[in-house]
């Protein structure tokens, strides 16, 4: 997998698409406790010449949490992924090189981030919203 065109017509045929644009697509992943979780990729240019895909899924609004807690949670438990503030939510995303990106690559990083996200989710916002 080596371009943005590539990673989409992939992610459209293993996954819920939700939405599609040309720069982002969001995918809705169900777990098997019922639970599930709206990840959202987005295709990233570095420096005007490198691509890249950012995958961000928000676990609670930005007002409601409590981040200092939550920073602290990540820093001990979470392998992939940084915590950051995209609009109003807090979000937890990683982001990979396109060129020469292997698929266990994305999908690896991927369903790690969305079971990371989604227990984030229910321990700091209580419940199941996004």
């Keep these: 997998m080596a371009t943005w065109g590539d990673l989409v017509a992939f992610v459209r ?3 819920q698409v939700v939405d599609l ?5 969001s995918i809705h992943v169900e777990f098997d406790d019922e639970r599930s979780q709206v990840i ?8 005007g ?8 899924s928000p ?18 438990t979470t392998v992939v992924g ?7 939510h807090v979000v937890l ?14 999908v690896d990083p991927l369903t790690l981030l969305a079971g990371t996200v989604d227990t984030l989710e229910e321990q700091f ?6």
């Design 82 to 88: 940084g915590v950051a503030i995209i609009g109003e």
């Design 59 to 76: 676990c609670g609004l930005a007002a409601k949490v409590d981040l200092a807690a939550l920073l602290k949670e990540v820093g001990h």
């Design 40 to 47: 959202w990729l987005s295709h990233e240019v570095l420096d």
């Design 125 to 130: 916002s209580g419940g199941d919203s996004f």
């Design 93 to 106: 995303r990683h982001a990979l090189p396109l060129e020469n990106l292997d698929i266990n690559e994305f």
């Design 21 to 25: 644009t040309a720069d982002e697509v």
């Design 13 to 15: 045929s293993e996954y």
């Design 49 to 56: 010449k490198e691509d890249w895909v950012q995958i961000a």
